[in-house]
DNA sequence: CGAAGAATTGAGTCCTATCAAATGCCGTGG
DNA sequence: CCACGGCATTTGATAGGACTCAATTCTTCG
């Protein structure tokens, strides 16, 4: 893997233990057997990537593709005048490498440290022609994504801040749930700039809903994250 | 292929000659021989629906997959409140399938006179496991989708009603071009209320945006559809 | 020709954005 | 330990773009 980012610390060593992996099984890895996971191994490149650096930026030609380990990203899109629209966060299992040809489609920055598994280009090709079910995994994986997507369209398109915000309460601490931290207690490590850049707001907007749903005493607004004080509620707003 | 809709008019004879098909080289089908092709036609139930009949709905067992041959399909969410989102267009030689589960994830009504090739779940998941190229096929096509659907976000989000409407025309005259009709005359088979649904805005500000484009002299509208008068001038505010 | 739906136009309001200022939070260094 | 500086966040005041409600005009089609 030639790593692009200057701030990327790749680990030329072979991977640590693709068995060992905490995300292996919430993972496209998920899909492999033990003999394919040391074949993994041997092509993998730990790569860490401290917080606030770039793992890749759009445009760029698409020479590696990741799977997250530990840490949070953030996916985004920006126009020429700087309006920024992040079109995800990636959380420990999830996959980047799937919406892109020969260029990266969207740029990506660790917001805390990351640590992600990074395969080249050539070795994920091979390596999709060579293992069908990896194939089926990462379409199932492209068509779940899509399927959030298309749910982020209707938050953008049809719902107020206040809906907004709590769908992605709730959608963020169903993810973390999966991952193993079931909690009513959501970790939030992206800004309050990077909450409104992704629901389609202002950072003021943001921060008077915030407020707001703190005052109604739906939240309780805590380091780094929220509690949910009244889940059901949250639900109700949600309800699709 | 059970036909959930009652407006469906399943034929049940086999399907017109795959190899004639005009849509097959911009469709999933490109991927196969003209062996597979065959094979492919004794799988495959034509089914026409007329304007405005619903193909399926949110929800519902998702018991067929379909290849758009002639006409167009919207595809959308709705609220509980009935606030709705289209999530896309589907145009000749697009699929229907890829973001579903055990049920379908959004609605999808014929806007025209619809023909589409249909499959039933056993059957596609059948020929996906039997042909790995097919899978690949369809991995870009859903990869292609989540690209759009990042690119969709960032101008629902992050656009005014004049940026979205502009890049609207301009994706709808590209992806009209693909399938073999490229002209500077966009045709616009959906209602206002659609394009509405679509760019997250109400039917009042897509006619007020198209009245004030036409005033312009930027596009004049035509009968169902619009003729892209200064074609530069569109793709500079869209430039991304 | 007339009815019904679709689209346009108009007037006024509201939600969210914008601009601006104050407050809070940390890490640094005296 | 505490003062300081820089940044993130919150809060306030105002403005504006898109929405809402309402009426008119245009199409389509029996």
């Given at each position: 893997?030639?790593?692009?980012?200057?701030?990327?610390?790749?680990?030329h060593?072979q991977?640590?233990s693709?068995?060992?992996?905490?995300?292996?099984?919430?993972?496209?890895?998920?899909?492999?057997?033990v003999?394919?996971?040391?074949?993994?191994?041997?092509?993998a490149?730990?790569?860490?990537?401290?917080?606030?650096s770039?793992?890749?930026s759009?445009?760029?030609?698409?020479?590696?593709?990741y799977?997250?380990?530990?840490g949070i990203?953030?996916l985004?899109?920006?126009?020429?005048d700087?309006r920024?629209q992040i079109?995800g966060?990636a959380?420990?299992g999830?996959?980047?490498?799937?919406a892109?040809?020969?260029?990266?489609?969207?740029?990506a920055?660790?917001?805390?440290?990351v640590?992600?598994?990074g395969f080249s280009?050539?070795a994920y090709?091979?390596?999709?022609?060579?293992?069908?079910?990896?194939?089926r995994?990462?379409?199932?994986?492209?068509?779940?994504?899509l399927?959030?997507?298309?749910?982020?369209?209707m938050?953008?398109?049809?719902?107020?801040?206040?809906?907004?915000?709590i769908?992605?309460?709730?959608?963020?601490?169903?993810r973390?749930g999966?991952?193993?931290?079931?909690?009513v207690?959501?970790?939030?490590?992206?800004?309050?700039?990077d909450?409104?850049?992704?629901l389609?707001l202002?950072?003021?907007?943001?921060?008077?809903?915030?407020?707001?749903?703190?005052?109604?005493k739906t939240?309780l607004?805590?380091?780094?994250g929220v509690?949910?004080m009244n889940?059901d509620?949250m639900?109700?707003?949600?309800?699709a």
């Amino acid at each position: 893997m030639d790593c692009q980012s200057p701030a990327c610390g790749v680990d030329h060593r072979q991977a640590s233990s693709c068995l060992a992996c905490k995300v292996r099984l919430a993972s496209v890895c998920a899909s492999l057997s033990v003999d394919e996971l040391e074949l993994l191994e041997a092509m993998a490149q730990d790569a860490t990537f401290p917080a606030k650096s770039t793992l890749f930026s759009q445009g760029q030609p698409a020479h590696s593709v990741y799977n997250i380990t530990s840490g949070i990203v953030r996916l985004y899109k920006v126009l020429p005048d700087g309006r920024r629209q992040i079109v995800g966060f990636a959380l420990p299992g999830d996959f980047l490498g799937l919406a892109m040809r020969d260029a990266f489609g969207f740029s990506a920055d660790a917001i805390d440290d990351v640590a992600a598994c990074g395969f080249s280009r050539p070795a994920y090709s091979a390596l999709i022609d060579a293992k069908p079910h990896l194939l089926r995994r990462l379409h199932q994986f492209a068509t779940h994504e899509l399927t959030l997507a298309q749910e982020q369209m209707m938050l953008l398109g049809r719902r107020t801040a206040e809906e907004k915000l709590i769908c992605f309460l709730l959608t963020m601490q169903e993810r973390w749930g999966k991952i193993g931290k079931p909690s009513v207690t959501v970790p939030l490590p992206m800004s309050r700039q990077d909450i409104a850049d992704f629901l389609g707001l202002t950072i003021e907007t943001v921060s008077r809903t915030f407020t707001k749903l703190a005052r109604d005493k739906t939240i309780l607004i805590v380091p780094d994250g929220v509690r949910l004080m009244n889940p059901d509620r949250m639900a109700l707003v949600a309800a699709a």
